[in-house]
């Protein structure tokens, strides 16, 4: 419901490769990128390659120096580009950038716009058979960009949400209230379908409040910032309506 980088959804499709997938993230552009992906894996590696044999030929000075280069494009110039060359673009910063964050500063046409990573990728780290695994799913799937709420639930589906932590101080794109927490609360339990749902406890009682009769299952996890100088350990919450 929430695909973001597609980790889960990935996870899920190598377990039980058979199925049908249902894809949504409000991030257009991101889902933008896996929809060009599905239909047109060879063109999009083939503009992707392009940036990495430029990227390789640089001294990591000068890789920031074309990665803005390539950022200005996507942010201030898209007008006119392919979906395929922008889908291209998108598809390496993701790669290189800053620990994998998603940014789109204002300046930026509130577009993607997180700066660069270390710099020091070398070409082992470019394997093109990961995009290609990738798009293999995406083929399959079905994607879609919007509200959770706008998908109306089928019998027998399986159900997974992963929505912004409640306290972040990071504005998801489009925004996420604490009236929208709620609402997909209650979404998941009047879905009538089997469902998943994870995010970070603070200890206020939302979860035993707004998922009666649930499974509330107490989850620690490790996070690591910057470039993993520091650890901070986050205490997250899985929730599911079976056993």
């Known amino acids: 419901m929430f695909s973001g980088g597609l980790t889960n959804s990935l996870w899920v499709y190598e377990k039980y490769p058979d199925k049908k997938f249902v894809v949504n993230d409000f991030n257009s552009e991101l889902t933008l990128l896996y929809s060009t992906l599905a239909k047109n894996v060879d063109e999009v590696i083939e503009e992707w390659f392009k940036c990495v044999v430029k990227w390789l030929s640089l001294t990591p000075e000068e890789r920031k ?18 979906d395929i060359y922008l889908s291209s673009l998108l598809l390496f910063m993701l790669q290189v950038n800053f620990n994998g964050m998603w940014k789109a500063y204002i300046k930026c046409n509130g577009r993607y716009s997180t700066p660069p990573g270390t710099c020091l990728q070398k070409q082992a780290f470019f394997d093109v058979n990961k995009i290609k695994n990738v798009a293999s799913f995406l083929k399959k799937a079905t994607i879609i960009s919007g509200d959770f709420g706008a998908y109306e639930p089928q019998p027998g589906d399986w159900l997974y ?19 929208d927490q709620v609402r997909l609360c209650k979404y998941l339990v009047e879905s009538g379908c089997k469902f998943g749902y994870s995010n970070k406890d603070i200890g206020d009682g939302f979860y035993s409040n707004n998922f009666p009769g649930c499974n509330i299952y107490d989850m620690t996890a490790l996070y690591t910032a910057g470039r993993g100088t520091s650890t901070l350990d986050v205490k997250e919450v899985l929730v599911t309506n079976y056993t």
């Open 161 to 179: 949400a992963d929505p912004p932590y409640r306290d972040s101080i990071v504005l998801y794109q489009g925004g996420f209230t604490e009236d």
């Open 65 to 82: 120096v074309y990665y803005y280069e390539l950022r200005d494009i996507y942010c201030l110039e898209y007008e006119g580009k392919s």
